[in-house]
């Protein structure tokens, strides 16, 4: 397994923007795909977006255009740039990290993630 922390939440209005990171304990980069996922108060765990161990990035519908998921395999270090964020982007965001590789979409499934972080809130107000 693989420690994970989370930063860089916080308060920002409708529009603004903000940069999670999440700093892993080892050299996680070379073969672990990585995640970021979030949860608002009454809600599942949701995808937020994803990046594999050889760079291919996904993006939930919802941040699409809007989010970029993107790592530093020499700083250990997963990214999440939010731009343009909405009220409905109010979360705590978590992110996870997987030794398997992914398949057929399951890169949206919180099960395959081995190491999940403590999580950072995000708060955007209207």
């Known amino acids: 397994q693989v420690n994970l922390a989370e930063s860089g939440g916080g308060l920002v209005q409708t529009g603004g923007s903000l940069r999670l990171s999440c700093a892993a304990s080892r050299r996680s980069g070379a073969s672990d795909s990585m995640a970021w996922f979030r949860q608002a108060p009454g809600k599942e765990r949701e995808f937020v977006a994803a990046?594999?161990?050889?760079?291919?990035?996904y993006h939930a519908d919802s941040v699409k255009g809007r989010f970029t998921i993107s790592r530093d395999n020499f700083q250990n270090t997963l990214y999440l740039q939010m731009n343009k964020l909405k009220p409905e982007d109010t979360a705590v965001y978590y992110c996870?990290?997987?030794?398997?590789?992914?398949?057929?979409?399951?890169?949206?499934?919180?099960?395959?993630?081995?190491?999940w972080g403590q999580g950072t809130q995000v708060t955007v107000s209207s």
């Open positions: 990046i594999s161990y050889i760079g291919n990035t």
């Open positions: 996870a990290s997987t030794a398997r590789a992914y398949s057929n979409g399951s890169y949206v499934r919180p099960q395959i993630y081995d190491s």
